[in-house]
């Protein structure tokens, strides 16, 4: 079925009601408005009215998805009725359709990101190319000085955070990719803020008018007293100094004991004769370990000369050729549509999609670069172009050409880039229990190599059932899990437990043997154990691998030997494991582009 234009869709349209004929909410007063724009429910970028052909269900879908970044991932269909003002009926289409893109998961009454939402987030990310150029450098920076250290970018008044090297430790920091901040209440802010016009300034009094505890910015304390004018002569006299410094200091700005310095990573590209900054890298500690003034004299000059190598690198090294786009979008939309009918808002899906066309090479993109990458009319495109310039997602620049925003890392990304493995299998462990009605687990390698360890599980509601709990370790050779990750690992004696104990008169011991059985499994992708952890107990598994291919954890079943015979585990049971498997590994490799997933 062709793709329907979105000019042509009903649901396009930018009616005065929602689908269910519930009026629209106009924001309420204008301290509401104002209110509303600043936490970014609705963030024009020119004026406050919104444009006549920018497309209703997209704006909204937009506005479930902050509300759920905004409330750390989760909330209930009620939830997402009260915070968005929309009909729940108008709420249950949008989360349908979300749910059929893979961005959410709807568990009885609560909707759930998910992991591949993050593809929007890494198609900013890509097409920025910093976190990629620069990345390597800050986790060294902060290995060196065992300090944390970040990458933001400015996202008009505000900083957001890109990357992310954090230590571990008892007082650590909770930043995460994609979070914003005041640029006053940061060190990064006012060296944003010295490329500052009369407008920019303006802009920001006008949020501090309207927010002056800083309620909209989740991602800090709030100030326990609104900010004053005093408060505000300190950031410009603070811009005034990164402007003569070159760097710039928080002194438990954001609260107290929290202090850092930041230096401007400039940019190669020249505005005149001015090189501006393309990210502010920092170092952040705590002043159990540092004061302002030994972070100024002991670690700014390190971290000016990290900085100085981040430039290098971003003039050395030539932009990459364009990555390839998407593709088929268009087609699958109009396939979903005609599968779900009316619970999947095709306008939206389409509108979301536009966001994928841009990434690693494909910065900037026009109307017509856009509709081609994603196989929409160019009026659906300009369509949905218009409401992210209205939404400030997208920005104009020049030439026709458009790109992403950092706002963009607002649609989900900070609560997903702290997920772990685990909570990534999980959905899909309870999908797989469900389909094959036996117990499922996923389990990572031990540091020494003779254990593995579970990490997750679902256990089925059968009365007679393997019963693990999660932490659990076993000894890897005498398991299919086990044997799933040793054989990834360089096939030789030395490479194997030293310890091959006889669990049951079927457990191999042999070292040659279990060689043999290991270089086996790696080549056809699974193992199937026997009876050889316990008698009576059968078990299959399938390997979890990273981005690079290595293999970093495994998925089994495990059931009585009674239950199914090692044919019907090779016939039956491996199709489901392998396919589960691929879609862990889809979610694994998302999440995992420009943030890092721990495995447990």
């Not at 279990?514 to 009876?531: C, K, M």
Request: a negative charge.
């Amino acid at each position: 079925m062709p793709a329907k234009p979105m000019n042509d869709d009903p649901e396009g349209s930018a009616p005065s009601a929602d689908e269910s004929g519930a009026p629209v909410n106009d924001g309420g007063t204008p301290a509401e408005k104002a209110a509303a724009e600043v936490a970014g429910t609705v963030t024009p970028a020119r004026g406050s009215t919104t444009p006549d052909e920018a497309v209703t269900p997209l704006i909204r879908g937009i506005a479930v998805l902050r509300e759920l970044t905004e409330a750390d991932g989760t909330l209930s269909l009620s939830g997402l009725e009260r915070a968005t003002r929309l009909a729940r009926s108008t709420v249950d289409r949008i989360t349908a359709t979300l749910a059929r893109m893979g961005y959410v998961r709807v568990d009885g009454r609560d909707v759930h990101l998910s992991p591949r939402l993050m593809e929007l987030g890494n198609a900013y990310l890509a097409a920025l190319r910093l976190p990629a150029l620069l990345a390597s450098r800050a986790d060294a920076l902060a290995d060196e000085l065992d300090e944390s250290v970040s990458l933001a970018v400015a996202d008009r008044d505000g900083i957001r955070f890109i990357h992310q090297a954090t230590r571990r430790r008892a007082m650590s920091l909770s930043f995460r990719i994609g979070d914003l901040l005041p640029a006053e209440r940061t060190a990064p802010g006012p060296l944003f803020a010295t490329e500052w016009t009369a407008t920019d300034w303006q802009r920001w009094r006008e949020r501090r008018a309207a927010d002056p505890r800083d309620l909209s910015f989740t991602a800090v304390p709030p100030r326990k007293y609104g900010a004053d004018a005093r408060d505000d002569d300190l950031f410009v006299s603070r811009t005034q100094e990164a402007a003569a410094n070159g760097w710039a200091l928080d002194d438990q700005l954001i609260e107290p004991g929290l202090v850092a310095v930041s230096v401007p990573v400039r940019s190669p590209h020249t505005v005149g004769d001015h090189r501006p900054p393309a990210c502010v890298a920092s170092v952040v500690s705590h002043t159990s370990r540092h004061t302002a003034h030994s972070l100024r004299t002991t670690l700014l000059p390190r971290l000016q000369a990290a900085v100085l190598q981040m430039e290098r690198e971003l003039h050395n090294t030539p932009p990459p050729p364009p990555s390839t786009p998407p593709s088929n979008l268009a087609l699958w939309t109009g396939a979903s549509k005609q599968r779900l009918g009316r619970d999947f808002i095709e306008s939206l899906a389409r509108g979301l999609t536009v966001l994928t066309a841009f990434g690693e090479g494909r910065p900037e993109l026009t109307l017509t670069e856009v509709a081609q990458a994603t196989g929409l009319a160019r009026a659906t495109a300009r369509r949905a172009l218009i409401t992210y310039e209205h939404l400030d997602l997208v920005t104009p620049t020049g030439d026709r050409t458009f790109a992403l925003t950092p706002r963009v890392l607002s649609l989900g990304f900070p609560p997903l880039s702290r997920t772990a493995l685990p909570d990534i299998a999980h959905p899909h462990l309870s999908d797989l229990t469900s389909r094959i009605h036996e117990s499922t687990s996923l389990a990572v390698l031990s540091d020494s190599g003779e254990e593995i360890q579970y990490t997750a599980r679902v256990a089925t509601g059968r009365v007679m059932s393997v019963n693990i709990t999660l932490g659990t370790r076993l000894p890897a050779y005498a398991t299919a899990l086990g044997r799933v990750l040793l054989s990834d690992r360089a096939i030789g004696r030395s490479a194997l437990p030293h310890d091959l104990r006889p669990l049951t008169p079927h457990t191999i011991t042999d070292k040659e043997q279990l060689t043999h059985t290991l270089t086996s499994i790696r080549s056809q992708g699974y193992a199937l154990v026997d009876e050889e952890l316990e008698e009576g107990l059968r078990s299959i598994a399938v390997p979890i691998r990273d981005r690079s291919g290595r293999v970093v954890a495994a998925l089994n079943t495990a059931m009585h030997a009674s239950r199914h015979s090692l044919r019907e585990c090779v016939t039956d049971l491996l199709p489901e494991l392998t396919t589960t498997a691929t879609r862990i590994e889809s979610d694994l490799h998302t999440a995992a582009r420009f943030t890092h997933v721990p495995l447990t």
